[in-house]
């Protein structure tokens, strides 16, 4: 099974200031990468697909990047409504496997 | 606009069976995937498995393998999650999310205790 592990596990960050989050996989993914955003008592929301694609009505302050094992999501400035917790998922290979998630949280 | 809503919280016993549906509407059903996905506390996502809603074929995590089930109803838009033999490290949030470039919908949740 593909490994995720997503670093840093806490980010401390201030509304504004722009957040570089990383996705590291224990085998190449090729580009099948998602990103995903889950709030306390939500269900996540998918922000990016195939590593790079906004996913429909997603902000353009939200961009991913990277394939084969290092995938990067950046939040160009924060806004107050970004602060929650980010789940990269690969789905190049069953079983379909997510990292532990980074919470971005207000410094 | 497009929905996909569960059915209830559910306690179960260790050993028993529980059955979760994830009933949709907004789109045509089986022209698209469903996956569940569950979330223990504090603990990340985990996926389960999937259905091809317009042929039925399914695909599941070899962890699960033998006690996960899923199934749909294309006469009611529904899918449906059968997990069985439960123990306590089954207690999570499950989810149902349609895969259309990435799980881009997904139901509310359905919060399944097991416990003695």
């Known amino acids: 099974e593909i490994v995720l592990t997503q670093s840093p596990a806490t980010l401390s960050l201030s509304p504004g200031e722009r957040a570089t989050l990383s996705c590291r996989a224990s085998?190449?993914?090729?580009?099948?990468l998602a990103w995903y955003q889950q709030k306390p008592g939500q269900a996540p929301r998918l922000l990016i697909y195939?590593?790079?694609n906004r996913a429909t009505g997603i902000p353009a302050r939200f961009s991913g990047s990277g394939s084969g094992t290092d995938f990067t999501l950046t939040i160009s400035s924060l806004e107050p409504e970004d602060f929650a917790v980010y789940y990269c998922?690969?789905?190049?290979?069953?079983?379909?496997?997510f990292g532990q998630g980074t919470k971005v949280e207000i410094e | 606009q497009i929905q996909l809503v569960q059915s209830g919280a559910e306690v179960r016993k260790p050993g028993a069976s529980v059955k979760v549906s994830c009933k949709t509407s907004?789109?045509?059903?089986?022209?698209?995937?469903m996956h569940w996905v569950r979330q223990a506390p504090g603990q990340r996502l985990e996926w389960l498995g999937w259905i091809n809603a317009g042929t039925g074929n399914t695909k599941f995590s070899q962890k699960f393998e033998g006690r996960l089930s899923i199934t749909r109803d294309t006469s009611a838009n529904t899918a449906y999650l059968d997990l069985s033999s439960l123990t306590p490290e089954d207690t999570a949030i499950y989810y149902c999310?349609?895969?259309?470039?990435?799980?881009?919908?997904w139901g509310q949740g359905t919060l399944v205790t097991v416990s003695s």
């Open positions: 085998q190449s993914v090729s580009t099948y």
């Open positions: 195939d590593a790079s």
């Open positions: 998922q690969q789905y190049d290979s069953s079983p379909q496997t």
């Open positions: 999310s349609r895969d259309r470039n990435g799980l881009d919908n």
């Open positions: 907004g789109y045509t059903f089986t022209d698209y995937a």
